[in-house]
Every structure is written in C-alpha cells, then in structure tokens.
C-alpha cells in the first residue's frame, strides 16, 4: 500500500525552527515528483516546495523562499522540510503530496498531515 | 503568477447536478488536476489531467476544460459529495509552478 507518513510538527516559538519528515511506505520516493502542501486554520490549499524526481530541480513559494529547505534521504526513503525563522503566518498543517508520473504533478498520494503552530 | 479562481460555495439537491467552476488565463492550455477535501481528511485527488479518475472513483465524478475555465462536473450528487474542492495546475512560466485554487464549498441540500 503506497502511504505517506508525516511527523515534527509542534508549537514553536516566532523566530524558531523546524524539521518535517515524511516517511513513504509502498514505493520509491527518489523517482516520483514530491511536494510540501500546507493548509493554514480554515483557508485552501498552498504549494509551498516541489523537489523533481531526480532531485536536481526544487521550487519554493514566495511565502518560504529563503526560509524553508526541501530535501530527501533515499535511504530512508524520506522527505524532509527544514523550516526557520518561522513566523505566526506559517501556523498550518503541513501534507506531503507524492506528484503522480504524468508530466504535470497531479498528487496523487497525500499524507494525513502535521501541524505546525508558531506562537509565542 | 498564474492566478486560478474559483467560486466560495456551491449547493445542490440530492440527485441533482453540481457543477464547480476553475477560472484562469487560457486554462485550457493546461492540465487541471481536482482534488476533494471533507472535513477533518486530507484532500483526495478525483480528477487529473482535465477529466481522468484515478481508481476508485465513481464515474459520477467528469470534468471539462475549454477556454479560460475548466469544469468539474458531479452528477446524482449524493450526501457524502459535500466537501471542499479544489484545482490545481502545473504553470511552467511560474517561479513556484505547482498553483492551487482557492477552494469551492459543495453543500448538499
């Protein structure tokens, strides 16, 4: 069964930061498309970062540019977000999304999410 | 930036037809992807690439996409269709090119 696991989210304070983690079960996460989806407290959805499946390509949105790293661990068959010098505006929920293997990233696997609150 | 816009909320009858609307600059160009999200889960993709179900969902689920607005369509609307919808595109002339839409509320009546 193709699953993704997210994990590390937490309340941190404005200026801290954090580490994502999402754990794929059920396929080969370095040859699929992978994306961080964040949803804030009763808004849509955001794309905040995009890696390529080979790795060489990673977009970010406006929003994170600057602040927040997307990468991955083939060992591990794991997607990571390092995420600092965050802000009370980047209190969502935070989806891994695998981008299914059409050319135009249709997600089509999606974690249950972890939440991130900053606050002081 | 690639801008994708959709209506707040849609209702419809049980039985009755829904239609949920993706407005953006020659959106048929592109390939619109919907994603349907209930309360409390996370979204679940029912449409790809304009009008492809992935397996598993009912084929009472369509989609269109002509103009500057692509189209999800929900026929013989049922109870459990009420959720937030979503499109999204892939717009390579974007520094960040994977762009969602607002979201559109179904309430089954």
């Known amino acids: 069964e193709v699953q993704l696991v997210e994990s590390g989210g937490g309340l941190v304070e404005p200026g801290g930061s954090l580490r994502l983690s999402c754990a794929a079960s059920g396929f080969t996460l370095n040859t699929y498309e992978m994306n961080w989806v964040r949803q804030a407290p009763g808004k849509g959805l955001e794309s905040i970062a995009y890696i390529s499946a080979t790795g060489n390509t990673k977009y970010y949105a406006d929003s994170v540019k600057g602040r927040f790293t997307i990468s991955r661990d083939t060992a591990k068959n794991s997607l990571f977000l390092q995420m600092n010098r965050l802000r009370v505006e980047d209190t969502a929920l935070y989806y891994c999304t695998r981008g299914s293997r059409g050319p135009y990233n249709a997600q089509d696997c999606w974690g249950q999410g972890t939440l991130v609150t900053v606050s002081s | 930036s690639y801008v994708l816009t959709q209506a707040p909320s849609v209702s419809v009858a049980p039985g009755q037809t829904a239609r949920i609307s993706c407005g953006g600059t020659?959106?048929?160009?592109?390939?619109v992807h919907w994603y349907q999200q209930k309360p409390g889960q996370a979204p679940v993709l029912v449409l790809h690439?304009?009008?492809d179900r992935p397996s598993g969902i009912p084929d009472r689920f369509s989609g269109s996409n002509s103009g500057n607005t692509a189209t999800l369509t929900i026929n013989r609307v049922e109870a459990g269709d009420e959720a937030d919808y979503y499109c999204q595109v892939w717009d390579s002339s974007s520094l960040h090119p994977v762009i969602f839409g607002g979201g559109t509320k179904l309430t089954v009546l």
């Open positions: 690439d304009d009008s």
């Open positions: 020659d959106i048929e160009t592109k390939s």
